[in-house]
Antibody, heavy 121, light 108 residues
Framework: EVQLVESGGGLVKPGGSLRLSCAAS????????MNWVRQAPGKGLEWISS????????YYADSVEGRFTISRDNAKNSLSLQMNSLRAEDTAVYYC??????????????WGQGTLVTVSS | SYDLTQPPSVSVSPGQTASITCSGD??????PSWSQQKPGQSPVVVIY???KRPSGIPERFSGSISGNTVTLTISGTQAGDEADYYC???????????FGGGTKLTVL
């Protein structure tokens, strides 16, 4: 069974840092692009970052560029998100998501269960 | 930036057909997908490549495209289909994924 399990969320003060992790299992992790998507309370989905299978391509949403860093360890089947200079508006559930690609067609499947990050003093 | 537009809400009676639209410039060229998010749960893909269903997704779910608008259609809607539905697409021009604002489906 394909599974993504996030960890590392919690309460952090504005300006602080937090590192999220995602443990992948049930598939060949090193073959897939991975993403982080967040959802603020009561709001919609917001894509924030993507990393290709071998780190060649890394992309960020403007809202987190320069503050967040995505990385992966293919030997450990692990995805990470280092979040610095956190703001109240970063408060959200953060999802780890696998990106599937077939003949150039892309979609997300599956999503992890999410981990809640709360930025508050 | 690239935008995807969805209606905030759609209501349907049980057993009827629900249609949820998503519009964006040249959206059909981007092969968008649809995800379902039930309250308190993570999203689940229900349609990809405009009209393909992953295994385990009922045939009641289908997708179509007309011009710059894609439509998620749920036939014989059930109470268990109540959820938020999001369309999404990869914007290659800006190297980012884009989500629509989401549509809350209510089965009355």
């Amino acid at each position: 069974e394909v599974q993504l399990v996030e960890s590392g969320g919690g309460l952090v003060k504005p300006g602080g840092s937090l590192r999220l992790s995602c443990a992948a299992s049930g598939f060949t992790f090193r073959s897939y692009t991975m993403n982080w998507v967040r959802q603020a309370p009561g709001k919609g989905l917001e894509w924030i970052s993507s990393i290709s299978s071998s780190d060649t391509y890394i992309y960020y949403a403007d809202s987190v560029e320069g503050r967040f860093t995505i990385s992966r360890d293919n030997a450990k089947n692990s995805l990470s998100l280092q979040m610095n200079s956190l703001r109240a508006e970063d408060t959200a559930v953060y999802y780890c998501v696998r990106e599937v690609e077939v003949a150039g067609i892309l979609w997300f499947d599956p999503w992890g269960q999410g981990t809640l990050v709360t930025v508050s003093s | 930036s690239y935008d995807l537009t969805q209606p905030p809400s759609v209501s349907v009676s049980p057993g009827q057909t629900a249609s949820i639209t998503c519009s964006g410039d040249k959206l059909g060229d981007k092969f968008p997908s649809w995800s379902q998010q039930k309250p308190g749960q993570s999203p689940v893909v229900v349609i990809y490549q405009n009209n393909k269903r992953p295994s385990g997704i009922p045939e009641r779910f289908s997708g179509s495209i007309s011009g710059n608008t894609v439509t998620l259609t749920i036939s014989g809607t059930q109470a268990g289909d109540e959820a938020d539905y999001y369309c999404q697409a990869w914007d290659s021009s800006n190297a980012c994924w884009v989500f629509g604002g989401g549509t809350k489906l209510t089965v009355l």
